[in-house]
Each structure stands twice: as C-alpha cells, then as structure tokens.
C-alpha cells in the first residue's frame, strides 16, 4: 500500500499531509509531477509537460488498496476502478457509486463554457480546507488498513 499524489496542482499543505501520514502509518509516499515544478519527496517521478502525461503515470503506479489524490476526476474514475481509493485536494473521497455522475456535470459544465457561459472558478483554499484533508486521509488509511 501507498499514497499517490498527482502533484502537478497539489497544494503543499496537502503534500505536507500525505508525508505526514506517510509516517504514521509507515507508507511510501510517491508524487507525480511534470518537469516544471519542484516538489521534494522520497518517491517522487517526474514526467514531461504533455497533456495527462502525470495523470497516466498515477495510474501505471497504482495498485488496488493504494490511496490515491488528484483532483481531476478522469483519473479519480480510473483508479477507483483499479480498486484504489481516492481522495480530493479538499477531502472529497471519491465514490464508484457517485463518480459517472460527476463525469457527466464535467462535461456538461465544458459544453456550457465552449457555448459562451462563464462559470466560477475554485474558491481560495481554507485553513477548514487543509483539517477537512487531513481527516479525510486519516480515515481512508484506517479504512484501508482495516481491509
């Protein structure tokens, strides 16, 4: 078992989590990110800038029982079929039972904005943000440990 993070848009309280609970629980923590950022860890890969080339790599290193966290939902759908878990930058733990649904309001949102509609952006993240993780993470790596 491993934490995976897609670390191309990862926070750094989020990184800083995941090394945390790295520790804790005495798993390797591996980070996938293009050539353009500079991220410290244990286990980390760099990939190209192509599009989806660190999403791909997330994927090829995953492994069922592995906790995974990206924010792109594509991969999320991915390796919840891989029989990884799979955890937002927020805390939102991806579900197999809710994740079509979101693929379907991604897309629906794109044919939105493609047409001329402007949606909002993400909001700035919260010190409630990085808490809100950090139990989620806990959770899922009991959750996970328990199996």
């Known amino acids: 078992m491993k934490i995976l993070i897609d670390a191309d848009a990862c926070p750094k309280p ?12 005495g798993l390797p923590v591996w980070t996938v ?17 192509s599009s989806q080339e660190a999403d791909i790599k997330v994927l090829n290193l995953t492994d069922p029982g592995d906790v995974v966290v990206t924010q792109d939902w594509g991969l999320a759908a991915m390796v919840l079929g891989k029989g990884a878990y799979c955890l937002s930058p927020h805390g939102k733990e991806y579900q197999s039972s809710t994740i079509e649904f979101m693929l379907e309001t991604r897309e ?15 909001k700035k993240r919260t010190a409630a943000d990085n808490r809100k993780f950090s139990a989620s993470l806990e959770m899922i790596l009991q959750k996970a440990q328990q199996k």
């Open 14 to 25: 989020v990184l800083a989590a995941c090394k945390r609970a790295g520790k804790k629980y």
């Open 33 to 49: 990110a293009s050539f353009n950022h500079n991220i410290e860890s244990d286990h980390h890969v760099v990939v190209g800038d």
């Open 108 to 122: 629906a949102m794109a044919k939105f904005r493609r047409g001329g509609g402007k949606t909002k952006g993400p």
